[in-house]
């Protein structure tokens, strides 16, 4: 069901047919692993620079700094991530047979300049219906 259903929505339609698929087990290191020592660098950049500063880095788990959030190498970087948990979860659609979906699903531009609209005419004049 698309994220954005809201109550009562979010809940199935009564007599419908639910299905959970379950992939391959996804190997982190193999597949997320030069990812996440590309972030490491920029976290380690980040408190450098603060304590160059002559300040204490005292950020709770989870906090991240400006240029954490919105760095363009910590954008890119999280752009890739989203890109490859898509690209993992579709191979579990292939598997099952499911058709392919509209590519411009998956990529960030798209939600970026369309915004929160989620159904029908989009700006690049195909429609969306959410069912």
């Known amino acids: ?25 996804v190997d982190g290191e193999k597949v997320f692993g030069d990812l996440r020592n590309k972030w ?6 980040q408190k450098d620079a603060i304590r160059k500063k002559g300040e204490s880095w005292n950020m709770a788990m989870g906090e991240l700094t400006e240029g954490l ?3 363009q190498e910590a954008v890119e970087l999280r ?19 499911y058709p392919e979906e509209d590519p411009k699903a998956s ?20 429609w969306v219906k959410d069912t």
């Open 1 to 25: 069901m698309h994220e954005s259903r809201e109550w009562p929505r979010f809940l199935p339609r009564p007599g419908k047919k639910i299905t959970i698929a379950i992939g391959e087990q």
């Open 40 to 45: 490491k660098r920029l976290v380690k950049m």
């Open 69 to 71: 959030k919105y760095g």
């Open 79 to 97: 752009k890739e991530v989203t890109r490859r948990v898509r690209m993992e979860v579709l191979k579990v659609r292939r598997d099952l047979g």
């Open 107 to 126: 990529l960030v531009e798209t939600w970026i300049q369309e915004g929160a609209k989620r159904e029908g005419r989009m700006d690049d004049d195909s």
